[in-house]
Nanobody
């Protein structure tokens, strides 16, 4: 397993939940990392991304101002803090990294650019 995501869970609307993504057997401290999600019957979609140095982040409009992505490179871990959760946030969440060092505040939105993926973790938000 290259990337290990933490367990998701079942929460109520309005609750908060934090996901983590840790590198296993390799490091991603110099790579951009992204979070994606896939709801039942839907395509996988972009959620958030962060540059290798944490200097830049970008969010999907649907999660902006509710979710926060950040990282601790010393721990080779990236987090997704999810606040004010809604039933429409229910999905399997995936983390990924692009395994390519790019200097500066580079991040990646297109999932086709990511090389390593976590196993996915289920987040269910009840109304």
């Amino acid at each position: 397993v290259q990337l290990q995501a933490s367990e998701g869970g079942l929460v109520q609307a309005g609750d908060s939940l934090r996901l983590s993504c840790a590198a296993s057997g390799r490091t991603f401290s110099t790579y951009a990392v992204g979070w994606f999600r896939q709801a039942p019957g839907k395509e996988r979609e972009f959620v958030a991304t962060i540059s290798w140095n944490g200097g830049s982040t970008y969010y999907a409009d649907s999660v902006k101002e509710r979710f926060a992505i950040y990282r601790q490179n010393a721990k080779d871990t990236v987090y997704l803090q999810m606040n004010s959760l809604k039933p429409e946030d229910t999905a399997v969440y995936y983390c990924a990294d692009d395994a390519t060092y790019v200097s500066g505040n580079y991040y990646l939105i297109d999932e086709r650019g990511y090389d390593y993926w976590g196993q996915g973790t289920q987040v269910t938000v009840s109304s």
